[in-house]
């Protein structure tokens, strides 16, 4: 479909918020009110599209389905998306086929390719718009073009029918590009939105403002712990956290990290009717949350990185946050480029364009980072600005925003069984920036898992082997971790916080009553919360562009006022 939704008019905005976000109607999604000590066969904790689309595929088998959102629907990695549906994702191809094996790279070719054709399937179902464009992965320079080379060797490698070429329309030269054409970009909340409605019709709920902070079995011994399977803080492990990713296998035993499939039968499960599923005659896991307690059979966790602490998730991935705006192209300008861009080259740069309202904006975006690792977000916007205007000269700027994402070291997701959840507590986590493929395959992956269904391909992904290289990526990371966690709590000792109030968007770390606190001043309000980050104990960095506290170690972010925003930390700061 080519057709434009009905989506509120974007004027430009100084507030750091999503075009997606900014022109939805949020009313248009509705919610469900919270019920303590309610009993469902499956509680899914995250909104997004791994989330909703796991609950659908579940409550189309008959399960009794709760979503559970902390926030609002789409309000942290899927409504911030670049929201490109593609088999041609930057670099992503060539470097796992340096880490793993052809197999391992057409599996996971194969799964994206089944979660595109389910969304598109579904979008032209449900009547959600899309566009159809061929992405591009580009290079300017000598760098970038050997990995361009690389990629589109490895495309061809998974079967993909990738063209190779050095003519584009973008307003500059390129060195090279390979192109693969058909892809699909959309408007993220729309898919949501059809999502929530079927989730709904089906008997669902989905429930906004209540976060999952634990999970525990009912019976002792259950998975091999009874204990509750918290994220908190844990003096003394941030710098010392385990690196091994382990060997993921399809099992159902316990111990399993991010294990994908126990086949039962040779067909997925996604679409059939209810079969028994033993977990809601098994004992119930007690899951609480920020509203209180529920029961259920099982537990999906999609969070962007598992809220949940059991397997070391927090350590195995590294977030990073990257920048994107939408800008009024004028005439004069030239014309805005059609395809679905990524450059190859550093800094990176995202293109596709924005039909909205019977206008079509331009979405640019780029300079990622490590979450809190920036020495001034402010000015990673502002580079991505000057870029925009040199080569889109007068554009026009309507909307500025950022997202964040987790990468593993071996750049495949992890999806399964949670480690020390008793076959019940499920994961979905590292899309590294592939979300809305990935996101799908995994719910897919994991719905078949639970309803007795087989995928071959999510096998193969679930029993890769971790190389050197993975180990030494996840040491170097850990040890980075260490050293920002020590540099951090360094820095707090040794500054007392500013007697004066810091100016508008700004904020500092320093030492009062020997605790590290944060300062800042939004909306002309100054707030003081503590700069410890309640998950391992980091100190937080204040974000000038998005105005908010972000911890450098694993990437739980807070509002200038305490207020968490996204995990693995599951409590807001404490206020000063």
Known sequence: MNSDAAHTTPEPSTTHRSIWLDSYATVSIPADTFTESAHYDTVVAGAGLTGLTTAVLLARAGHKVAVLEARS?????????????????????????????????????????????????????????????????????????????????????????????????????????????????????????????????????????????????????????????????????GAAASTSEGTPRASTEDDTEGSPLNPAVDSPAVDSPAIDDPAVDEPALRIETSQGQVTAGRLMLATGVPVLDRGGYFAKLKPNRSYAMTYRVPRGAGRIPKGMYLSADTPGRTLRTVPINGEELLLIGGNDHGVGRSASERAAVE??????????????????????????????????????????????????????????????AISAQILGGHMAWAETLSARMVTPSDVFTGIKDNIEVGGTMVAGWVGAEVRAVPQDAPAEGEGAVGREHGKPVGVSTVDGQTCKVSAVCPHLGGILKWNDAALSWDCPLHGSRFAADGELLEGPAVTNLSRG
């Not at 693969?180 to 970009?185: R, S, T």
């Not at 205007?389 to 925003?401: C, D, L, N, S, Y």
């Open 383 to 444: 580079d991505l600005e000057a870029w925009a205007q040199q080569h889109f000269p007068g554009a026009e700027r309507t909307h500025v925003w950022s997202a964040q994402d987790y990468r593993a070291a071996q750049y495949v997701p992890f999806f399964g069984t949670l480690p020390r959840g008793g076959g019940r507590i499920y994961l979905a986590t590292g899309y590294n920036k592939w979300g809305m493929s990935n996101a799908v395959a995994a719910s897919l």
């Open 73 to 237: 629907v789409g309000a942290v990695a899927t409504g911030n998306t670049t929201a490109k549906l593609s088999l041609l994702q930057g670099t992503t191809l060539s470097s796992i086929r340096k880490h793993h094996s052809d197999e391992v790279l057409q599996a996971y070719v194969d799964g994206n390719q089944e979660g595109v054709s389910w969304l598109v399937r579904y979008m032209q179902e449900h009547g959600v718009p899309f566009q159809q464009r061929t992405a591009y992965t580009y290079a300017t320079t000598e760098s970038g073009l050997s990995a361009v080379q690389q990629e589109f060797e490895a495309c061809q490698q998974a079967g993909l029918p990738v063209t190779w070429t050095d003519q584009t329309d973008l307003p500059f030269p390129v060195s090279g590009a390979v192109a693969l054409a058909d892809q699909i970009q959309f408007h993220p909340m729309d898919i949501l939105a059809a999502l929530a409605a079927e989730l709904r019709e089906r008997g669902g709920e989905l429930i906004e403002g209540v976060r999952v902070t634990g999970a525990t079995s009912n019976t002792a011994g259950a998975g091999g712990d009874s204990a509750s399977s918290r994220s908190g803080h844990h003096p003394g492990t």
